[in-house]
């Protein structure tokens, strides 16, 4: 490899592309404004003065356009991987794989909440060995969670390297691949995507590629082939989401520029901006492997593990308002009347979870009155580890017979007779929050309704991340869609939040977060409490799907021809989702996301998914 001169020698054993990687982010904190897009004061002390100097003078003017752009690229990456990789803790993610770790300094200023991850660097021999002499000589220790991984890519198997390194294939994990695939070829690359496909479901990589330029290589791209790192491989978005559909990843989420800018740029006064191009995305493991040329199936043949335990109700049976399992709290106060519905179906455990909680901290409203209802107890009451999915309902889906003329009418089942108890209660309510879970991997989400209104209130609210606003369901009127909360002129409010899978551990964080942040937003609340017992930081971002079509099973030979995770986004137009019998669902439009879809307990005339769009604000 060839190395130029204005190299010093202290550093000829590092990838040259590496050294100018951490010498634009050591820049970054000492040129551009602030707040910092991403805080790394590691990389200085890693470089050393003799050698930032030499490279930052081999990259050129810092505020020339070419290098702006390039900084701003460089601490986009980052940021947003850990961005990310924060995310996925949180989903319960325990090991850290750092493909072509080069001079990446994560590890080294690593936050508290990531010192339960095991990190394991992976690198050419070469490039580790120099880094861990430079680490030495700056006095940086190595902390007892990071491990060294000698491979090189393109001649030793990743598999295999991971193995000799003990790294648990059995364990969600988090793969950042930043500035490597580009310097590939393609087989290389393909190989190692296959490998993060094989962890389980839930597994992400954050990584970067290039797609070809239309006016022959860039100017950047001539500078890396001239000090001997030629970019090998480029790929276009629409290839890049089917290579990795056919390798069993379940959605492809891209770094869209507008989005950036909303997070990371906007208001800035530095130069510093957010790219005119795609090249940074994450994807996500599915419930199937499926190696090329595979059919992805849509079920997995073994149920989600259970990492939630149902709690123990019966305590709360007589809550004082002559029905049971349903409590009701007036302050005396002026204020709104507010609801909590947990249980709308029986296997959904983190609301249980939420309101079990709520209720044994003897949570009194500060104004206005709070109802908390567990809804479908008949069915939770049947809850089996072993065999989960049936105790979602007893006779009939409880949230599609909230119309009148199901309510009032002739029907005569468990769900039915549970309703019209606790109507009067829904009536009354003022602000509702129904808190569920998905029987498929999924961010968390909420529903907001078919009504803008409810869109408004979650975006007041500030979570989860992943809004949606459908046109109802054809199965029934659900609960958020019940008289004044489905009327766009009724000042009454409702949300229906779908926390993730339903047995994650993260989902009961995420329920009770919700409902402490809900409580505060309908000053039930006052904000020291709510302080005090939030569980999860504010999404730096919430994007809106908009629902256009419900994917509606036709026969009862139905299965998903993509892997079955929530708000995973099929690229092109006209793409295979579903083989339905003889005929075949195909998305409508390009970059159409899936929403809810799922096989459980699925009967032709029952909906399989929805499909929709996003939208940023």
Sequence with gaps: MNEPKSQPQAARGASRTALGA???????????????????????????????????????????????????????????????????????????????????????????????????????????AEKRRLLSDACIAIPDNVEFVAIDFERTSLAAGLKAAAVAFSRKTFFSCLGVTMYLSEDAVDALFEVVASFPVGSEIVFTYRQASRDGESALGQRVSALGEPWTFHIEPGALAHKLNVLGFASLEELDPLDADVLYFRGRTDGLHAPSRRGIAAAVVGECHASAGEEVRGAMAQPPPIELQPPGIARWRDGGTGVDWVHAFDSGRLGLNVMVQALTHGNEICGAIALDWLLAQRFRPQAGSLTLAFANVAAYARFDPADPFPSRLVDEDYNRIWADATLFGPGDTVELRRARQLRPFVDAAERLLDIHSMSEPCRPLMVCGTVEKNVAYARELGVPGDLLVDTGHPAGLRMVERGGFGDPQSPKLALLIECGQHWERAAADVAIDALVRFLGLTGVADAAWVQANVRLPLPPLQRLVRVTEPVVARSADFRFLVPTVGLSVVAKAGTPIAQDGDHVWVTPYDDAVLVMPGTRNLKPGGTAARLGRFETR
Excluded: M, N
């Design 22 to 128: 951490a010498a634009l982010r050591w820049l970054h904190q000492t040129i551009d404004g602030e707040p910092k897009i991403l805080v790394d004061h590691v990389s200085g002390l890693l470089l050393g003065d003799g050698v930032l100097r030499a490279t930052a003078a081999h990259l050129g003017d810092p505020h020339s356009p070419e290098v702006l752009a390039l900084r701003s690229h460089v601490v986009l990456r980052s940021r947003y991987c850990e961005d990310r990789l924060a995310s996925a803790v949180r989903q319960g993610v325990s090991q850290l794989i750092v493909l072509g770790a080069g001079l990446d300094t994560f590890a080294y200023r690593q936050p508290e909440w990531a010192r339960g991850l095991r990190i394991y660097e992976v690198d050419q021999p070469a490039s580790q």
